[in-house]
C-alpha cells in the first residue's frame, strides 16, 4: 500500500486533498489484481478514473502556480506532460483481460513512484518563489537548522556555505573567469551533496529510521535537478537563471532540513 505521509504535505489544502486521493485511486488500482472477481470492465473503469484525475489536478496545480505567479510553473508543466504521456503509452480504453494485471501493476506502480518524486521534489516549492527578495541573513546556517546530529549539522552548513559563494561569485560584477568560478563551485556542491545525502542516509540506516525511504526520494529529486544545471545551454539572461537556481537551492535545502531532517532522531 502507497501511503500519503505527513511528508508529502505540502501546505496548500486544495493540492493535498487532491495528492491524498490520487494516492487512494492509486492503492485500489494496485489492489485488483488481488481480488479473484475483477474484470476488465471493472480495471478499465478506475484506470480511466485515476487517468482523469490526474489531468484534473494538474490543471488546478498549473492554475494555482499561474495565479501566485510561481517561477517552476513551466517545469511543473513539463513534468506533468511527461506523466500523461506514460499514462497515455497504455492503450486502457482497448484493455485485454490477459493483459490487464500486467498493466495494472505496471502502472500502479509508475504512478506512485511518479507521484512520490514529483511531490518531493518539485510541488513542495509550491508558492516558495513568490518574493524574490533575501533577508541578509539568507545563507546562514542558524540554530533553528540544527538537527543535534553533529555530522548532518556540520555538512548541512558546508551546503549553505558553498551556496553562498556561488551566490557571491554571481554577484561579483567585476570579477574575472566568472563563468569558469561558478561552473567549479557548481561541481563542487554536486559532488558534496552526494556526499551528505550518502552520509545522512548511512546514519538513518544505522539507527533504522522508519522514514528513510521517504529521505531517499527527495535526496534523488534534488540530486537529478542539479545533474540538470547546464550553464552551456543559457545564453541569455544567465545570470537570472543562476539567481533563480540559488534561490531553488536554498529554498529546497532549508525546507527539506526543516521539514523532514529534523524529524530524524539523535542517536
Same mark, same amino acid.
Given at each position: 500500500?502507497?501511503?500519503?505521509?505527513?511528508?508529502?504535505?505540502?501546505?496548500?489544502?486544495?493540492?493535498?486533498?487532491?495528492?491524498?486521493?490520487?494516492?487512494?485511486?492509486?492503492?485500489?488500482?494496485?489492489?485488483?489484481?488481488?481480488?479473484?472477481?475483477?474484470?476488465?470492465?471493472?480495471?478499465?473503469?478506475?484506470?480511466?478514473?485515476?487517468?482523469?484525475?490526474?489531468?484534473?489536478?494538474?490543471?488546478?496545480?498549473?492554475?494555482?502556480?499561474?495565479?501566485i505567479g510561481d517561477m517552476e510553473l513551466e517545469?511543473?508543466?513539463?513534468?506533468?506532460?511527461?506523466?500523461?504521456?506514460?499514462?497515455?503509452?497504455?492503450?486502457?480504453?482497448?484493455?485485454?483481460?490477459?493483459?490487464?494485471?500486467?498493466?495494472?501493476?505496471?502502472?500502479?506502480?509508475?504512478?506512485?513512484?511518479?507521484?512520490?518524486?514529483?511531490?518531493?521534489?518539485?510541488?513542495?516549492?509550491?508558492?516558495?518563489?513568490?518574493?524574490? %527578495?533575501?533577508? &541578509? *541573513?539568507?545563507?546562514? @546556517?542558524?540554530?533553528?537548522?540544527? #538537527?543535534?546530529?553533529?555530522?548532518?549539522? $556540520?555538512?548541512?552548513?558546508?551546503?549553505?556555505?558553498?551556496i553562498k559563494e556561488t551566490n557571491d561569485v554571481?554577484?561579483?560584477?567585476?570579477?574575472?573567469?566568472?563563468?569558469?568560478?561558478?561552473?567549479?563551485?557548481?561541481?563542487?556542491?554536486?559532488?558534496?551533496?552526494?556526499?551528505?545525502?550518502?552520509?545522512?542516509?548511512?546514519?538513518?540506516?544505522?539507527?533504522?529510521?522508519?522514514?528513510?525511504?521517504?529521505?531517499?526520494?527527495?535526496?534523488?529529486?534534488?540530486?537529478?535537478?542539479?545533474?540538470?544545471?547546464?550553464?552551456?545551454?543559457?545564453?541569455?539572461?544567465?545570470? %537570472?537563471?543562476? &539567481? *533563480?537556481?540559488?534561490? @531553488?537551492?536554498?529554498?529546497?535545502? #532549508?525546507?527539506?532540513?526543516?521539514?523532514? $531532517?529534523?524529524?530524524?532522531?539523535?542517536?
Open positions: 500500500m502507497y501511503r500519503f505521509t505527513e511528508d508529502c504535505i505540502i501546505g496548500i489544502k486544495e493540492i493535498d486533498e487532491e495528492h491524498r486521493r490520487l494516492f487512494e485511486l492509486i492503492n485500489q488500482v494496485a489492489e485488483l489484481p488481488k481480488n479473484s472477481g475483477t474484470s476488465r470492465v471493472m480495471a478499465k473503469s478506475l484506470l480511466m478514473q485515476l487517468k482523469e484525475y490526474a489531468a484534473t489536478h494538474f490543471a488546478h496545480e498549473e492554475a494555482y502556480m499561474e495565479q517545469r511543473q508543466k513539463k513534468e506533468h506532460a511527461q506523466f500523461s504521456g506514460k499514462v497515455n503509452s497504455y492503450n486502457i480504453e482497448e484493455l485485454k483481460e490477459e493483459d490487464s494485471e500486467q498493466i495494472i501493476a505496471e502502472l500502479s506502480a509508475f504512478m506512485a513512484k511518479w507521484l512520490y518524486h514529483h511531490i518531493l521534489g518539485s510541488d513542495i516549492m509550491i508558492g516558495k518563489f513568490t518574493n524574490p %527578495e533575501k533577508t &541578509e *541573513d539568507a545563507f546562514a @546556517f542558524t540554530d533553528k537548522y540544527k #538537527t543535534g546530529i553533529t555530522l548532518v549539522d $556540520d555538512e548541512h552548513r558546508r551546503l549553505f556555505e558553498i554571481i554577484e561579483a560584477d567585476l570579477l574575472h573567469d566568472k563563468y569558469d568560478k561558478i561552473v567549479y563551485i557548481l561541481e563542487e556542491l554536486k559532488d558534496y551533496t552526494v556526499m551528505h545525502f550518502t552520509d545522512e542516509e548511512r546514519y538513518m540506516e544505522s539507527i533504522g529510521y522508519e522514514g528513510i525511504e521517504m529521505q531517499r526520494i527527495a535526496h534523488r529529486a534534488f540530486v537529478e535537478r542539479l545533474n540538470e544545471i547546464n550553464l552551456e545551454d543559457v545564453d541569455d539572461n544567465q545570470k %537570472e537563471y543562476l &539567481e *533563480d537556481l540559488i534561490s @531553488f537551492l536554498l529554498e529546497w535545502l #532549508t525546507n527539506h532540513i526543516m521539514k523532514m $531532517d529534523k524529524k530524524i532522531p539523535v542517536k
